[in-house]
């Protein structure tokens, strides 16, 4: 192994050393605690501390890193406490997250720090966003974000590259390329003989480097780095290494050829360091037993007190009030004057008002920039706004929900437009995953709205139609809402940008053209949680939402004679229960009505709360009326056959007669 000092000094030599043996005896003691059964499992990234450490040594101290679950020097060199480490994997109160995720699966804004969720790629949208915001904030940082060689197979580094590439992203892709992701050699990973071969094809550059060697992964981020501070450009760098213990110790190595074991046991990355340091003459004989020795101490005192320390008292209250960022929506004054607004343009008031108010504001879509949106509920906007804050995506949803929540890691707010919200299926993983858990995990708020267009009626089949907002209604973590009238468009839209908590808000593609009402000129905000009671009255309840409201004042209007109330819940994540059991209480009679398929549609869970909470006050069996358990048809006589509306005489009169 060819070390190149350059121009370091022999304390900067001496530094790089302790960082990089540090890691190394803090693993070893991990695997004696493992042994002993002190600690249940263990990821080691013996063999691989001198991408970690010569990386993040080269890194400034405020530009974020987001590392994997094998670079421990990464937490170390960022001079986090050993004793919060050590307190997070033991899931102790003094951990990064309470006790409520392992290993590295946690963030730190005070060392910069993202951790990764264990389905690996996401966080390369991340680092995107996260570098996005420095960008617009016209910061001159970089972002060093880490992958495995395996992981390089998902989607995730793909739409990630590409959308560095394509947006000109100071972004650092670090591929730790060990050989074996778990058990599965690499020549069963991909078919190119080289990674960093992959950079072509997105138009950047690419290195190719000894990842066992600190000098060179040291020089190599260090000048990257200092280059794309500067001008802005994404990098794909591959470090060659070998992973010398298992994915996780429980695998072992069996699968592993034992000659590949001798053969990186002699490019070790601390020895082969040491060797060069002694021959410098920078490192003395007697210093690595006794750096070593120091080490040891500190680290067996440190493990003694976690061990000591008390384990964490369960609290449902707390666990139930962690969930999302406390909030309130802000005091406005409300405007005394009106406008009558189609459904549309009370959405398109509502982001324009949250544009002009939240500068760090950022809209991101597919053609939502001078095409203005498929609906054009965003034209204009790159006029007034700007095409940094006004962009036009890829068509890749996965990508830009990470790249929205990077964004709100580094002090700005995204609002993410999903060309219809059958399409967020392929960024699903990030918004119950990540967008949802962040907060509960370790106390960051995600700034991060969805727009998601929805519904039939428009007989555009089974892939621009669906009401799939049961999807997320049982994720804790995610606000949903579902405005019914361009009032609550404009109000719960303006208040989901407010909100510091993930928000998907659902928004019905044919109301947009279809109604129109009269929405408070101004700023306006509706809050999250709170339903409205569309219609009094005394003989039963309709809770519905969405289209629904429509249909159930439809009926109303059908039948004059019946005293029907209308409850529309506006938000169905949290949803209020109390007006709810208010009104069935009242009536005596309830029917829960929606858009979406009745098997696990949310209204189940609002007839199970009914049934439950308000049994004795029913005179009848709560009903469900929704649409036909099949994908939505396409055709018009199909489409309507298919939706609730259909069914909903026959379920109202078959509650009334009970």
């Known amino acids: ?248 110790e429980a695998s072992g190595t069996k699968y592993v050829p034992q000659e590949l074991f001798a053969e990186w046991q002699d490019k070790d990355p601390i020895t082969n360091f040491e060797k060069y340091l002694k021959g410098e003459g920078v490192l003395r004989p007697e210093w690595p037993p006794f750096l070593r020795s120091e080490f040891t101490k500190q680290i067996d005192a440190d493990v003694a007190r976690v061990l000591r320390e008390r384990e964490i008292i369960p609290n449902v209250n707390t666990e139930l009030n962690d969930v999302y960022k406390p909030y309130t929506v802000p005091s406005f004054a409300v405007s005394p004057t009106s406008t009558v607004k189609r459904y549309l343009d009370a959405i398109t008031d509502g982001l324009r008002l949250s544009m002009q108010k939240h500068e760090n504001l950022v809209l991101m879509g597919q053609d939502i920039a001078e095409y203005g949106g498929v609906f054009k509920i965003t034209d204009g906007f790159v006029k007034e706004f700007g095409k940094g804050r006004v962009r036009n995506t890829p068509i890749c949803e996965s990508g830009i929900v990470g790249t929205g929540m990077g964004l ?30 962040t907060y509960y995990r370790w106390g960051q708020s995600v700034d991060v709205v969805i727009r998601m267009p929805t519904g039939a009626g428009t007989a555009a089949g089974p892939f621009h139609s669906q009401s799939n907002e049961a999807w997320f209604t049982k994720t804790p973590g995610l606000k949903v809402v579902y405005p019914a009238f361009p009032s609550d468009a404009k109000g719960l839209l303006m208040a989901a940008i407010d909100d510091p908590n993930p928000v998907l808000y659902f928004e019905h593609k044919y109301l947009y053209r279809n109604l129109t009402g009269e929405v408070l000129d101004g700023e306006t905000y509706i809050e999250i949680g709170k339903a409205r009671v569309v219609r009094e009255g005394t003989w039963a309840t309709i809770i519905t939402y969405g289209m629904g409201v429509h249909w159930a004042l439809e009926y109303v209007n059908n039948h004059p004679g019946y005293d029907i109330e209308i409850i529309d819940l506006r938000s169905l994540q949290p949803w209020d229960k109390e007006a709810v059991e208010a009104s069935v209480k009242k009536t005596g009679r309830a029917l829960v009505l929606h858009e979406d398929t009745l098997t696990n549609g949310f209204g189940a869970e609002i007839a199970a709360h009914i049934a439950e909470h308000c049994f004795i006050n029913l005179e009848a069996p709560v009903m469900r009326c929704a649409s036909l358990d099949t994908p939505i048809p396409m055709n018009k006589g199909l489409e309507d056959q298919f939706l609730a509306k259909h069914r909903l005489e026959e379920t109202m009169e078959k509650l009334l007669g009970f």
């Open 408 to 437: 709100a890691l580094n002090g700005y707010k995204a609002v993410v437009e999903m060309q219809f919200a059958d399409f967020v299926s392929s960024g699903f993983n990030q918004v119950v995953n990540n967008l949802a858990k």
């Open 1 to 248: 192994m060819i070390f190149d000092r350059k121009k370091l000094d022999n304390n900067t030599l001496l530094d790089i050393y302790k960082r990089i043996l540090f890691p190394r005896v803090i693993e070893e003691k991990m695997l004696i605690l493992l042994r002993q059964g002190t600690i249940g499992k263990w990821f080691s990234g013996i063999g691989q501390e001198a991408i970690a450490v010569g990386s993040t040594m080269a890194m400034e101290t405020d530009e974020y890193i987001l590392p994997m679950h094998r670079n421990l020097g990464v937490f170390t060199t960022r001079d986090i406490p050993f004793i919060r480490l050590m307190a997070q994997w033991q899931g102790k109160p003094s951990g990064f997250t309470k006790g409520r995720d392992r290993s590295f699966h946690f963030g730190t804004q005070d060392y910069k720090i993202i951790g990764m969720i264990s389905h690996l790629g996401p966080q390369m949208g991340l680092a995107t966003g996260i570098a996005l915001a420095d960008v617009l904030a016209k910061r001159p940082k970089a972002t060093l974000v880490f992958t495995g060689e395996g992981a390089t197979s998902e989607g995730d580094f793909h739409e990630a590259l590409n959308i560095a590439a394509v947006w000109n992203l100071p972004v650092i892709f670090l591929i730790e390329n060990n050989g074996y992701g778990l058990s599965t050699p690499t020549n069963e990973q991909y078919k190119c003989k080289r990674l960093v071969d992959k950079a072509i094809g997105y138009g950047m550059e690419g290195r190719r480097i000894d990842g066992n060697n600190v000098l060179e992964v040291y020089d190599t981020i260090k000048t990257i780095a200092k280059e794309i501070r500067q001008n802005p450009k994404p990098y794909l760098v591959e470090c060659m290494t070998f992973r010398m213990r298992g994915h996780e």
